[in-house]
């Protein structure tokens, strides 16, 4: 518990950390509701949409009701970086000070030091997901009142269903940043490559990969980001008229959860292996 | 665990780290510090002083060979909870005022948060304790470093090249504040390569050469006893005189007529007198006293840093 309050002490008084948390949030607004609501208001002859649907049609999106999965589909992998980058930053950078031997020779030992670390980690990650439907939930009744549309919004238990799927997947992100961090003992390497397979190489290898036929899926179902997206859209697509919706995922919820468990479980234990066993010489 | 000596705080067994890349950085090292001696760890950089102490501390393992600190396997949490320790540069967050970061440890510690401002008054830092760790000067660093190792008031400090970049009213200040610390029961394990700072602040010395010890006492019995130089001429006639005196086993010829004798210092009159009544000139006569730098020379074969 002290380790915890430790940790939590210099995470709230790190600018850096906010800078992930507040740009994450300004992202919301901006990219979710802000831009989509001023383009699907105002812009003409827009090309490319079937027949029938007009942008109009989109803006359901931006409503209250629609509000969880809107924020699962759009934020689970690129809401994901920021809490990529959060991992890195909280553990990278003591490697980067040289404050890890400063810590290692406190009263703790090295694995009550590791799980403070951790708990100062989730803290932040569910701040950053409370956070973000918060703000997602008063965008969707500033959108919703601003076209006069109903306030009604998902029933607590879908909300709070929303929430725990964000946080399992976010905390993928952040224990994938945390454990590059630890592997590599500093901060750049870890963003740069978190960022190079978030961002490239899942999807590059089985965008070319889905050429080869079925098996390829029957691999990705393996894969983290892709299970990031099957739980996302567990929560269902918004039916949009004139849209296809509700296409149905290659892998369910519980497959979904399970797989993700898994790769966090295997972060903490192959983090707590490389902290206990090596030594500090710088 | 074998048995430990009763009064040491600090017991290296065979202490041994050897790298993967072959390079043995500490050989078969066994030392021993008593309760409440400021203990010199004196070696030239890259003898294998930083090593051992980061083994001390649990933040290396040793190959082979066993360890205590503070009555406790390095490392552990019933070590270091009696441990303060401070390795090479002192490592603390750059975007929080000193003050929090000694806080934050204090934290960790569960060591009251009032003993923060006592342990920045100590160090004489508390006015610029709410100035972000960044602006610091590397004396203030080093004063905030030894000020974190105070917060749980430890019975053995650690301390590795304390006075390392600080200029020379800084090193006096810090020099200071360890010969201080280590006044009454605590005992204080300092690393240095700087022979005179270690004669000012230890009471016992252990040098260190190629990870292994060559050398351990207080100074005067590193120093050994004092000899007697003569410089007399003719160098013939004065090394008969002298030998047939002393013994010619306790003369040794430094040429040029100069002579070191390894006698009672009490007989210099009587060997001057000697001396001049069978018709040698004497020109010097003096206490050959060896200088801590001749045996650490001597020891290790290198320059002592000064």
Known sequence: ?282 | MASTTSDAVVETRALTKRYSNGIVAVDGLNLVVRRGEVYGFLGPNGAGKTTTLRMLLGLIRPTSGSATAAGAAPGTPQSLEKVGAMVEAPAFYPYMTGYDNLRMLAIYNGVPVSRVDATLEQVELTPRARHKFSTYSMGMKQRLGIAACLLKQPELLILDEPTNGLDPQGMVDVRNLIIELGKGDRTVLVSSHLLGEVEQMCTRIGVIQKGKLVAEGTIDELRGSASLFIRAQPAEKALSVLAEACGADKVKGDGDGAFSLSVDLSRTAELNRLLVQSGVDVTELRENERSLEDVFMELTGTEAGL
């Not at chain 1, 990529?84 to 404050?99: A, D, F, K, N």
């Not at chain 1, 799980?115 to 965008?139: P, T």
């Open chain 1, 1 to 282: 518990m002290r380790a915890f309050s430790g940790e939590l002490f210099k995470t709230v008084r790190r600018i850096s950390v906010w800078v992930c948390v507040v740009g994450l949030l300004a992202a919301a607004v901006t990219i979710g509701y802000a831009i989509p609501w001023i383009a699907e208001t105002f812009a003409k002859n827009v090309q490319g949409l079937p027949a029938g649907v007009t942008l109009a049609d989109l803006k359901i999106q931006l409503y209250p009701a629609n509000f969880i999965r809107y924020t699962l589909q759009q934020w689970s992998s690129l809401g994901g970086v920021f809490a990529l980058i959060v991992g890195v930053l909280l553990q990278g950078s003591e490697y980067g000070w040289g404050t890890v031997k400063t810590l290692y020779t406190q009263y703790d030992g090295r694995l009550t030091m590791l799980f403070g670390k951790l708990g100062a980690l989730f803290s932040i990650v569910v701040l950053m997901v409370v956070s973000l439907f918060a703000v997602d939930a008063v965008s969707s009744a500033g959108a919703a009142l601003l076209d006069g549309k109903s306030l009604d919004f998902p029933a607590a238990g879908v909300i709070l269903e929303g929430v725990g799927a964000m946080i399992l997947i976010f905390g993928f992100w952040a224990g994938f940043g945390f454990i590059l961090a630890t592997a590599f003992r500093q901060s750049a390497m870890a963003i740069g490559l978190g960022l190079a397979y978030a961002l490239v190489v899942e999807g590059l290898i089985f965008g070319l990969g889905s050429l080869l036929g079925d098996w390829v899926k029957k691999i990705q179902e393996w894969f983290p980001i892709a299970n990031t997206g099957y739980l996302a859209d567990a929560f269902g697509r918004t039916n949009i008229r004139g849209l296809t919706a509700n296409i149905t995922p290659y892998a369910d919820a519980t497959h979904a959860i399970t797989v993700l468990l898994i790769y966090v479980v295997a972060f903490v234990a192959i983090s707590a292996l490389l902290v206990r066993r090596r030594d500090v010489t710088s």
